[in-house]
């Protein structure tokens, strides 16, 4: 991962001239004045640990697997919000850990666990630093230093179960990694998120990520039967059975914990067979109004496709549901919804048609298949075109949020007009990019000139939105997880005595609160 950006930095590329017109005309975007950071520009505070504590960590995963150079602790320095970048390109590497530990197996992880306990010495799982949402920066005071725990050497398909349908997987494993050895079995999670190329199945699991064939396959949470979790009092071996009546169910206390509960070491998987065709094809509603009714109908009724997403009348006259064409379509062009299906060619053929005769029924007019497989190209390229815009002077974010079907217009509403109060004149685009039953999911991305103190700008804007979406009855998160940006929404959503549950469990698992610190909770 580029340090100060998204992804592979051959994949950056600079705006258009057009486009950076279309920006200037629009939105008053100019051209920072300074330059980003180069990667030895970044500012290190001098490591903190001791060399005793340093000599006791490699005693346990192996001297050679811990770090504390300079690039390793830059590159595990915050996650990718735009926040973390902007801090980045100013070369500010203040929550840089004070070292990078890489265990190779579950006993090493709880060694690791109780050391940092009986030292005070914070702990940071770390998967494939993707999290938005502030969910790796620790809280270093109390504490004698931060570990960033990379996982990166727990990356093995341990077993697979063909007649149960599940797998076994180690949380180090990429997505694309993890796809690639179950394919030699013929099988697919089905899971594939924007983040898909860079995030890890134990960030996706703690995070409760959300992928974009959702409505198919359903949450990464649905996924998961069973998991091995290490913490500083001992292993957690969690799911005997798909469902069970044997009390709370513990894996939901893991699941979305983001590493402030315990390390997950291992996760069984329910997983499925790879399909043998996939369709995708473009529909257009003309208005977000109409488009979202015949989503709701299609996940009410069915036939149900595997992949489901409407963007709105900007999202879709700016194009960016296909960021890697970038330009738009007509202003009159209504609202871009993709339909996707997977699976046997005969049955795909069958959702295909019903699901067509559904949603031109409601008005949807049929675009053909090119709008799908233009989707499916670009689907993991917006993080790129967010780069590109914040080195043209842009600040660009998104939020996201859920609601039950009937309060999803009052939602989207007060987002929007929160983001336009706090912001002057922005672009707010937004789509619907998972669909259930009783509700939906509303994404939003946004854009606008950056001010004499972006950071500053976006912190005010964020505050704003997370207001609305408290107010108006939505989530503070429905796949991007809580983190440090989240957590006193989070508190406000969940209330005093949901968070004092929490404070029970952490304080019962991490009686010395050393893992990730300052997220989820205070």
């Not at 991962?1 to 992804?7: A, D, I, Q």
């Not at 850990?97 to 006993?107: E, F, W, Y």
């Not at 091995?228 to 798909?242: H, I, K, M």
């Not at 992949?307 to 700016?318: G, K």
């Given at each position: ?7 592979d ?9 057009p486009?950076r ?62 926040p ?43 998967g ?21 725990l ?9 077993s ?34 924007q ?10 699991a703690?995070?409760r990520?959300?992928g ?11 996924m ?19 469902k069970?009546?044997?009390g ?17 070491t ?9 399909p ?68 046997d ?10 699901a ?10 049929p ?15 917006a ?34 007009l ?38 500053a ?27 440090r ?38």
């Open positions: 991962m580029l340090w100060s950006g998204w992804g930095p051959a994949k950056a590329a600079e705006l258009p001239g486009i017109g279309l920006l200037r005309d629009m939105l008053g975007v100019h051209a920072p004045a300074t330059p980003a950071a180069r990667f030895g520009d970044v500012r290190l505070p001098p490591v903190a640990l001791s060399s005793t504590v340093l000599a006791e960590l490699g005693g346990i995963v192996g001297a050679d697997h811990v770090r504390s150079d300079d690039d390793a602790r830059i590159r595990h320095t915050r996650g990718k919000s735009t973390d970048l902007m801090r980045m390109r100013a070369g500010d590497g203040s929550d840089a850990p004070d070292a990078v530990v890489l265990p190779g197996s579950h006993a090493e992880v709880l060694e690791l666990l109780r050391l940092c306990a009986a030292h005070r010495v914070a702990v940071v799982p770390f494939g630093g993707t999290s938005v949402v502030g969910g790796l920066v620790a809280a270093r005071h109390g504490f004698a230093g931060v570990v960033a990379d996982l990166a050497r727990l990356n093995r398909l341990i697979v179960d063909a007649e149960s349908m599940t797998a076994e997987l180690e949380p180090g494993l990429r997505a694309p990694q993890a796809e690639r050895l179950l394919a030699g079995h013929g099988l697919t999670l089905g899971h594939f998120p983040s898909f190329e860079y995030a890890t199945l134990g960030g996706f703690a995070a990520s959300s974009q064939a959702s409505a198919g396959y359903g949450r990464f949470d649905d998961v039967v069973g998991l091995t979790v290490a913490t500083p009092r001992g292993t957690l071996e969690l799911g005997r059975a798909p069970s009546a044997a709370p169910d513990l894996r939901q206390v893991i699941l979305g914990s983001e590493g402030t509960f315990g390390v997950i291992s996760l069984r998987l329910r997983v499925r067979r790879a043998a065709e996939r369709v995708y094809e473009g529909w257009r509603f003309a208005s977000f109004a109409a488009g979202s009714a015949a989503l709701r109908r299609l996940v009410q009724d069915g036939p149900l496709p595997t992949v489901l997403r409407l963007s709105d009348e900007t999202e879709t006259m700016v194009g960016l549901a296909r960021p890697g064409e970038l330009g738009g379509l007509a202003a009159d062009a209504g609202c871009l919804a993709i339909a996707g299906y997977e699976g060619p005969a049955e795909v053929a069958l959702r295909r048609e019903g067509a005769a559904v949603l031109s029924g409601l008005g949807g007019v675009l053909g298949t090119g709008p799908g497989e233009s989707w499916v190209h670009g689907r993991y390229s993080p790129y075109l967010r780069d590109s815009l914040l080195a043209a002077g842009a600040t660009v974010e998104t939020l996201e949020t859920a609601g039950f079907w009937s309060n999803l217009p009052r939602l989207y509403d007060a987002v929007r929160s983001l336009h109060a706090s912001l002057g004149s922005p672009l707010v685009m937004c789509h619907v990019s998972h669909v259930y039953g009783t509700g939906a999911s509303l994404y939003f991305t946004v854009v606008t000139a950056q001010s004499g103190d972006p950071l700008q976006w912190e005010t804007a964020k505050r704003s939105a997370s207001e609305a979406i408290v107010t108006a009855g939505g989530t503070i998160s429905h796949h991007h997880g809580v983190g940006d989240h957590r006193e929404a989070y508190a406000a959503e969940i209330g005093d005595l949901g968070v004092e549950i929490l404070r029970g469990v952490k304080e019962r698992l991490d009686p010395e609160g050393v893992l990730n610190p300052g997220v989820l909770m205070t």
